[in-house]
C-alpha cells in the first residue's frame, strides 16, 4: 500500500472578502437591526451604518435606518421616570415650612402690638 498524498483544489473559487467595508445585518420578516457587523453581503444585510440610534429598523424603501436617536430616547425615559422624594429633603422642606409660617404669624402679633403701643 503506497502512501498517496493528493492535493485538494476547490472547485469554486471563493470571492475575495473585503475587510475593509462592514455590513449590518436585520432580521428579513422584521427589519430590526442584529446586533453585529461582517465583512461578506448578504441578502438581509447593509453597508449603511445603524450608528446614533436606538433599536434601529431598515428601511428598504428609503434605504435607511430608523429609529429613536439617542436624546430622543434619553428624553424619553426621564419623562416615564417616577418622581422619587429624598424623605431627608421633604422632612426640611416641611419643617422650613412650618418655621415660615410661625414667623409670619410672630410678625403679624409683633406689627399689631406696636401699632397698639403706637396709639
Known amino acids: 500500500m503506497a502512501n498517496e498524498t493528493q492535493a ?3 472547485t469554486d473559487p471563493q470571492p475575495a472578502v473585503d475587510y475593509s467595508k462592514w455590513y449590518f445585518k436585520y432580521d428579513p420578516q422584521t427589519y430590526a437591526f442584529i446586533p453585529g ?4 453581503k ?3 444585510s ?7 440610534l436606538v433599536d434601529p429598523v431598515w428601511s428598504p424603501s428609503t434605504n435607511s435606518w430608523t429609529g429613536k436617536t439617542y436624546d ?3 428624553k424619553e425615559q426621564q419623562a416615564n421616570q417616577p418622581t422619587v422624594v429624598d424623605p431627608n429633603q ?9 418655621l415660615l409660617k410661625r414667623l409670619i404669624v410672630q410678625d403679624k402679633r409683633i406689627t399689631e402690638l406696636e401699632s397698639k403701643e403706637a396709639k
Open 37 to 40: 457587523a461582517v465583512h461578506e
Open 72 to 74: 430622543e430616547f434619553l
Open 8 to 10: 485538494v483544489t476547490p
Open 90 to 98: 421633604q422632612a426640611l422642606s416641611m419643617t422650613a415650612n412650618a
Open 46 to 52: 447593509t453597508d449603511v451604518e445603524p450608528s446614533g
Open 42 to 44: 448578504v441578502d438581509n
